[in-house]
């Protein structure tokens, strides 16, 4: 093991030669949801950059989802406040003359969450985000729900959290019978007696590490593995309660937990699309089973079983050109019910290389870059 880490490391030492001064915040790649984490499944992700590209076409509204590791992969921060407000600004989330951005970011392993809110909208709204973070994220952060949180807490901030310049709803004009109690700001939590943090060798290791002069690089090496090393490792074997009764269940291995897994789930396994934890209660033997999609795997949904045992072949039939599209041809298999379908796709026509810099690229605009809005550091934070 310790031989197999050595090699990695000296393997990925000169992609990280130049990577060794840490930066204020991360470069995005995305304006939807730049999961630097590593922790949303394709899906998860989808889904969520779907309510992000609704809102920012339909009502112009620009909100990002950003997920890190840690705080500490980047500049010292005071704390996740001022980190958000520096992203918020450096990004420069939300229409510029509006200032109506909204970040929602996410730091894992500091079991930090924050809603950063632009510098147009008035305060009163901070509570509202407060609100957000308690009710429909922080639950589902607790019970290990990580995508199902930030999907909930997207969904609640673009139709709760309201911008002066928005369109005017009913809700606006209160009956004199039913005088609007003005709600008392949520109190934020800030600290919190730390829980048990995942333990594991994993953590451990980067413990170790993190002590010595290349620490950070290698520290950056693994966090850059994501799935194989990283945060869903430890995540995986977080200690769970039992929801019948609350003690602490105990995770089976691989040879146990197979008769809890059907055949699809074991298939996934054996394909490695998904992994399965079973936990069962020492107490009253309650069962749970969990999923945790796996980085890197190329099995979809299939859809006649539903499993993630779908496995796509694409090849070209007609190959694009700058005159036409061209054609792709699609062939899908069921590793689990054999299910198979074929499918043809048309392709975009290749772009003409103009030398005169008029031409746009494939990406649409709308969708590439921020508008230039800032946060003067209104917001709410919260941790789980
Ligand atoms: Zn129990
Ligand atoms: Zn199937």
Request: proline share 7%; aromatic share 8%; net charge negative.
């Amino acid at each position: 093991m310790v031989r197999f880490f050595a090699l990695l490391i000296a393997l990925m030492l000169p992609c990280f030669a130049t990577a060794q001064e840490k930066l204020p915040y991360p470069e995005h790649y995305t304006v939807l949801t730049n999961d630097f984490a590593g922790i949303l499944s394709d899906e998860a992700e989808a889904q969520i950059n779907a309510v992000l590209l609704t809102a920012r076409e339909e009502r112009g509204r620009e909100m990002t989802v950003v997920t890190i590791r840690s705080r500490e992969d980047y500049l010292p921060s005071n704390d996740i406040t001022s980190f958000s407000k520096d992203l918020f600004n450096g990004w420069g989330i939300g229409n510029a003359e509006l200032n109506d951005g909204i970040l929602l970011l996410v730091a894992i392993e500091d079991r930090e969450i924050r809603i950063a809110l632009g510098a147009g909208y008035p305060a009163r709204q901070d509570g509202i985000a407060a609100r957000i973070i308690q009710t429909q994220i922080l639950p589902a952060f607790r019970e290990g729900r990580i995508a199902d949180g930030i999907l909930a807490g997207t969904n609640a901030s673009l139709s709760r959290i309201k911008h002066p310049n928005d369109a005017p709803t009913q809700a606006a004009t209160p009956k004199a019978s039913q005088p609007q109690v003005p709600q008392p700001p949520q109190p934020v939590v800030l600290e919190q007696p730390p829980e048990p943090r995942p333990v594991g060798i994993i953590a451990n290791i980067l413990a170790y590490i993190s002590g010595n002069p290349l620490g950070a690089i290698i520290v950056a090496v693994l966090t850059s593995l994501g799935g194989f090393f990283g945060f869903r490792g430890v995540q995986q074997y977080r200690p769970r309660k039992c929801p019948e009764c609350g003690t602490i269940m105990l995770r089976l291995g691989d040879a146990q937990e197979d008769q809890y897994l059907d055949h699809g789930q074991l298939v996934e396994e054996r394909i490695k699309s998904k992994n399965y934890g079973v936990w069962i209660c020492p107490n009253d033997e309650h069962i749970t089973v969990i999923g945790y999609s796996t980085l890197f795997s190329k099995k979809s949904a299939c859809p006649n079983c539903n499993y993630h045992t779908y496995e796509t072949t694409r090849f070209v039939v007609t190959p694009a050109s700058t005159a036409s599209m061209g054609i792709d041809q699609l062939d899908h298999r069921c590793h689990n019910c054999d299910h198979t379908a074929s499918e043809k796709v048309s392709t975009p026509r290749l772009p003409e290389n103009n030398s005169d810099g008029g031409s746009s690229s494939i990406g649409s605009s709308s969708s590439s870059s921020f508008g230039g809005g800032s946060s003067s550091g209104g917001g709410a934070s919260g941790s789980w």
